[in-house]
């Protein structure tokens, strides 16, 4: 029985009794309550330091030998040496590089490799979705990807219960930023009903045309839950609609969809191939360019003019689908459409890197394997970025990109404990950023490859 339910029970028997046993009564209940053990002082959380041969701050600095000293979910301090407080229990990482956690600004969590988004409606459930979607997370996370920014499920909304279930602390996962649904209009990309016009999926209402659906659509995913608004600007290439080239929904369009996303507070994201799509959603206002394929010396001048959007190029998935598109079940004119915008892709990222862009770090994981996020880094050094750079993009440049900086993007005090060790410096080759052999988020060990298998020692 409860103390509640106790107390409740004696006070009905009191007002029974008469005044001197009532004293008695009261005092008795005073007694009881004595009883119950004080509430224990609030325990200080472990002081972890974790030292390596050298860390990267995010911010562009090297610092050698590195440590970080973590207590509970943050960091407390970060520096050269051991630092003043002794630590509590000491992570020893050797020859290996300590980075921030890193940050893909455009994953698709809840997709399956190997089953294509336009099939999803008509042969996989949406709790396929949000399972492959948990074992996609830790995968991630495991990756040395503790942040994401996730750019919408086929099935709407598995990725806001992805999201809520990994914040609960019900299973490991990258913190998450997520998409909702898309917005989409009809025939372009976005559009995953790719089947007989006699069938419908009526529980699903991704598309939208003209200036008041699009407002509705926005307004729709932000009460179910998202955090930004993703939106199709322009064809696809893995989509039978329009071509990546074209732009898809008109600039009014974009502009509402824009207007009232900031009315909540929150940023756009604009998937955008072709050069007119892409002008016209920097134009109306969005917080990033995501894949940015044909981006000409015009729009590169309007990124570099404005202090609010950005381009997020997915080069990888750019050299994956031509390749390996076959195997993974991409439709011959999609495989088409890659080779054809992969002409444009990397030319386009060498000359925003010749212009000095500031640009943020997204894959499209998910079109290939989850986990592989890093093999980004190389396409990029080898088209003109520098390995501090490349980095620095998918630290804290992306934690500002998605309004997170105070809280991930650099080691810091007072910052998650957002913390991954890799083999090697990847200053010196930046495909060490593949070879993560330890990962923490919040303070919590999700990765340990040191000695055998996995050690959760400290
Ligand atoms: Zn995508």
Redesign the pocket.
Known sequence: MSCFLYFQHFSAARRRLSPALATLATLAAAAALAATPPPLPAQEPPNILIRAARLIDGSGAVIEPGVVMVAGERIVAVGPEALERPPDATVELGEATILPGLIDL?T?LTDRVGTHWEEVLVTTTPAQAALWGAANALTTLRAGFTTVRD?GPTWPYTDVDLRDIVNAGVLPGPRMQVAGNYVSATGGAGDARQFSIYVDVPVVRNLADGVDAVRAAVRTNHKNGADFTKILATGAVLSRGLPPGAQQYSDAELAVAVEETNRWGRFTAA?AHGTGGIKAAIRAGVRTV?HGSMLDDEAIAMLLESDYTYYVPTLYVGVIVPRDGAALGVPEEQIRRSTEMMRYRNATFRRAMEAGLTVGFGT?AG?FEHGHNAREFQIRVENGQSEMDAITSATSISAMIMGWEADVGSLEAGKYADVIAVQGNPLDDITALERVIWVMKGGEVHRDDRGAGIRRDW
Do not use: E, I, Q
Request: without cysteine.
């Open positions: 455009h698709h750019m998937h995501d499209d079109v």
